[in-house]
């Protein structure tokens, strides 16, 4: 049975609010072990108890075994102070070091943190766990559409999928289509990423996605590439501005 571990640090950090603590975390959701399989607060993702999401995808793809470590997530906030956002990074590397080896990994993130210090949040705890990890564990991780996507959060995952509804009504969705990459890269298979950085920042409230809208038309344009089979995947990915780091772009 393969052994898939879930795992992510999670929050869209605005930098113009006040700076969170690990107190936002454990606020809204700082979970640790079995307590994420029973957590009805990041349902939206895993679907345990939904029955649609990350969970029972895999379980209908194959026989495994869930290797819950720790999530945290803050929702929206500021950006994390920085030695807070250490000792929770600390503690998932710690908790997933105690599981290995693992056959495979599943990121629950948003895509848009960063500290006090750090613009790339995401991309540094992404990082870190690809170094414990080593090069051969697959890697797929599901991110808000609202993130700020990384050379270096793509260059530590093996995929990556994000929301393509604004409001968010995809999660379990694109949970789902997580869970079906993994399946393959644990049959062997490696998909090959890419991602086009457009120099523009839009406005949070020109980003809804329902027919008519200029986003909502683009990811309808989009998908034209999934139905004509070139492509496994594709997200349109406008950012987060109010992070306000060299990162943010569409």
């Given at each position: 049975?393969?052994?898939?571990?879930?795992?992510?640090?999670?929050?869209?950090?605005?930098?113009?609010?006040?700076?969170?603590?690990?107190?936002r975390f454990r606020d809204y959701a700082y979970l640790e072990g079995s307590e994420i399989l029973s957590a009805?607060?990041?349902?939206?993702?895993?679907?345990?108890?939904?029955?649609?999401?990350?969970?029972?995808?895999?379980?209908?793809?194959?026989?495994?075994?869930?290797?819950?470590?720790?999530?945290?997530?803050?929702?929206?906030?500021?950006?994390?102070?920085?030695?807070?956002?250490?000792?929770?990074?600390?503690?998932?590397?710690?908790?997933?070091?105690?599981?290995?080896?693992?056959?495979?990994?599943?990121?629950?993130?948003?895509?848009?943190?960063?500290?006090?210090?750090?613009?790339?949040?995401?991309?540094?705890?992404?990082?870190?766990?690809?170094?414990?990890?080593?090069?051969?564990?697959?890697?797929?991780?599901?991110?808000?559409?609202?993130?700020?996507?990384?050379?270096?959060?793509?260059?530590?995952?093996?995929?990556?999928?994000?929301?393509?509804?604004?409001?968010?009504?995809?999660?379990?969705a694109r949970a789902e289509d997580a869970a079906a990459l993994l399946d393959r890269m644990l049959g062997g298979?490696?998909?090959?990423?890419?991602?086009?950085?457009?120099?523009?920042?839009?406005?949070?409230?020109?980003?809804?996605?329902?027919?008519?809208?200029?986003?909502?038309?683009?990811?309808?344009?989009?998908?034209?590439?999934?139905?004509?089979?070139?492509?496994?995947?594709?997200?349109?990915?406008?950012g987060f501005s109010f992070a306000d780091t060299p990162e943010n772009g569409f």
């Amino acid at each position: 049975m393969s052994r898939i571990a879930v795992l992510g640090i999670s929050i869209e950090s605005n930098s113009f609010a006040p700076p969170a603590s690990i107190q936002r975390f454990r606020d809204y959701a700082y979970l640790e072990g079995s307590e994420i399989l029973s957590a009805g607060v990041i349902d939206y993702w895993l679907g345990v108890e939904s029955g649609h999401g990350f969970v029972p995808a895999m379980s209908k793809l194959r026989d495994w075994t869930p290797v819950p470590i720790l999530i945290a997530d803050g929702q929206a906030a500021g950006a994390v102070l920085h030695d807070d956002y250490l000792a929770i990074r600390t503690a998932l590397l710690d908790k997933l070091e105690a599981e290995l080896p693992v056959d495979a990994i599943y990121i629950v993130a948003h895509g848009a943190g960063r500290t006090t210090e750090l613009h790339d949040l995401d991309g540094d705890y992404f990082s870190a766990v690809r170094k414990l990890v080593g090069e051969h564990v697959p890697i797929v991780a599901t991110l808000d559409l609202h993130a700020n996507l990384t050379p270096a959060m793509m260059s530590a995952c093996d995929a990556i999928v994000a929301q393509r509804t604004n409001p968010h009504v995809d999660s379990e969705a694109r949970a789902e289509d997580a869970a079906a990459l993994l399946d393959r890269m644990l049959g062997g298979w490696r998909p090959v990423q890419a991602a086009i950085r457009i120099p523009l920042l839009t406005p949070q409230v020109s980003q809804l996605t329902e027919p008519g809208e200029p986003l909502g038309e683009t990811v309808a344009q989009s998908e034209a590439f999934l139905e004509a089979g070139d492509c496994t995947g594709v997200s349109v990915i406008p950012g987060f501005s109010f992070a306000d780091t060299p990162e943010n772009g569409f």
